[in-house]
Nanobody, 120 residues
Framework: QAQLVESGGGPVQAGGSLRLSCTASGRTFSNYRVGWFRRAPGKERDFIADIDWNDGRTSYLPSVKGRFTISRDNAKNTVYLQMNNLKPEDTAVYYC?????????????WGQGTQVTVSS
């Protein structure tokens, strides 16, 4: 079964940047949307951004638009989340997910997550 693997998390000071990566073993992202979600302590998992692998269309949570950028590298079968000007409230476990491009994220598949901790 295909697995999603996230990397790039870690501790960072407020105002700093991190780039998260998501790769898939055993599958390509063709015909899927790939997205990033996060779960802060005591909260639900929230959508951050996603990208349609086929046409590159993106969508974002309004509160991160302008600070976070999702992108893809077709050759590496990898999706990135560039996070700039990080804030303490961005602290969360960040998950990469994949879903058929025509259906809801409620039917997505997820990686194990990577912890991002932003200190003030």
């Amino acid at each position: 079964q295909a697995q999603l693997v996230e990397s790039g998390g870690g501790p960072v000071q407020a105002g700093g940047s991190l780039r998260l990566s998501c790769t898939a073993s055993g599958r390509t992202f063709s015909n899927y949307r790939v997205g990033w979600f996060r779960r802060a302590p005591g909260k639900e998992r929230d959508f951050i951004a996603d990208i349609d692998w086929n046409d590159g269309r993106t969508s974002y949570l309004p509160s991160v638009k302008g600070r976070f950028t999702i992108s893809r590298d077709n050759a590496k079968n990898t999706v990135y989340l560039q996070m700039n000007n990080l804030k303490p409230e961005d602290t969360a476990v960040y998950y990469c997910g994949v879903v058929d491009r025509y259906i809801s994220w409620s039917r997505g598949s997820w990686g194990q997550g990577t912890q991002v901790t932003v200190s003030s």
